[in-house]
């Protein structure tokens, strides 16, 4: 994947069943009818499209990327230079949420810290797909390769399912590691798989359901893990302070509740995305698209990052919701993307 790595995780994409795309349409609206735009903390949104805009390279973004440095009134800067598009097809709406695991790991192995994260193998990057999780966590032929030990295996498991995280060490310091490639095999979801067992209904399926499965299941749990062939290889990231969010598809850090991850087939990554979140907790706030992912498809589609750690997560597995999202389009590639007869 392109980002640290995922959306709330893949196994949503599978259960979730998305409608196939068919034609797309283009809506121009009024920052009047974005709801609740005018309470908006329109200032952080900005200072997040900042952190992002200058890595943008078409002109126009550019362009507006200079003004914004210039430390506008965030509100008005948006009004006035971008106008709401809603972009759609027949795929349904469906906002869920991600967020960057944190773990109690060491950089040696001891008799709680046993599980590894390992960087990728060169014969990986030729060979792929390389070999399966299983003949990776059974085999002989990772050692020199680890980065760092976890007391965890259903927690290492989600970690890669997430592409990134910070490792606590036992002195208390952080490190932060992120996606660094994969195997190649096409990811299973264990979730799906618990459903089609008949051991759980698809609505009650969430991450930590799967890890208290496993955790009271251990020899099944160990199998159930082995049913996704998939493997995730990691890398250090010391660029970055650990508070800081982590990167994602743009190489920036990600910020809490202000970013979302898109399809950027849809949405160009930088654009400001006013939310409109239906169901519990409703939100409606004005985000930057900086991240993908390959559960996020088409044009309704979006990833609500939530921060770091279990409360993070915990939050972020439990959103699955409709709603919609409206792209803030440059003024000029607004009015071109709507049908000639308006």
């Not at 790595?5 to 034609?23: D, I, K, N, Q, R």
């Not at 698209?289 to 972020?316: L, N």
Request: aromatic share 10%; hydrophobic share 40%.
């Amino acid at each position: 994947m392109t980002r640290a790595w995922v959306a709330v995780l893949l196994m949503w994409a599978s259960l979730a069943g998305a409608l196939s795309a068919t034609e797309l349409t283009h809506s121009l609206l009024r920052f009047a009818d974005l709801k609740d735009w005018e309470t908006d903390d329109h200032d952080k949104a900005l200072a997040v499209f900042l952190n992002t805009c200058g890595d943008m390279r078409d002109p126009d973004w550019r362009a507006l990327c200079a003004l914004a440095k210039d430390q506008p009134e965030a509100k008005s800067f948006f009004e006035l230079f971008f106008r709401p598009v809603l972009i759609q097809n027949d795929s349904r709406s469906l906002f869920t949420g991600y967020f960057e695991p944190e773990l109690n790991g060491s950089l040696k192995p001891s008799s709680r810290y046993r599980y590894p994260l390992y960087r990728e193998p060169q014969e990986s990057k030729v060979s792929n797909p390389w070999y399966t999780r299983r003949e990776i966590e059974t085999g002989d032929f990772m050692q020199g390769y680890e980065i760092a030990w976890v007391d965890d295996p259903v927690e290492l498991f989600f970690l890669q399912i997430q592409g990134s995280g910070r490792i606590k060490l036992p002195n208390g310091n952080m490190i932060r590691v992120g996606y660094g490639g994969s195997n190649g095999h096409e990811y299973r979801s264990i979730g799906v798989e618990l459903v089609r067992r008949g051991v759980y209904k698809a609505h009650q399926v969430s991450a930590q359901v799967i890890k208290n499965w496993v955790n009271r299941n251990p020899l099944d749990g160990q199998e159930l893990l082995y049913h996704n062939p998939s493997y995730v290889f990691f890398r250090r990231i010391d660029d970055i302070p650990p508070e800081s969010g982590p990167k994602g598809a743009m190489n920036r850090s990600i910020t809490t509740m202000r970013t979302i991850a898109v399809d950027p087939a849809y949405t160009t990554l930088g654009s400001p995305v006013w939310i409109e979140k239906e169901g519990a907790n409703p939100i409606n706030r004005l985000m930057i698209a900086q991240d993908t992912g390959s559960a996020i498809k088409g044009p309704q589609r979006a990833d609500i990052f939530f921060g770091t750690g279990d409360r993070a997560g915990r939050e972020a597995g439990k959103l699955r919701d409709p709603g919609r999202m409206v792209v803030l389009v440059p003024i000029q590639r607004a009015y071109a993307m709507l049908p000639e007869h308006l």
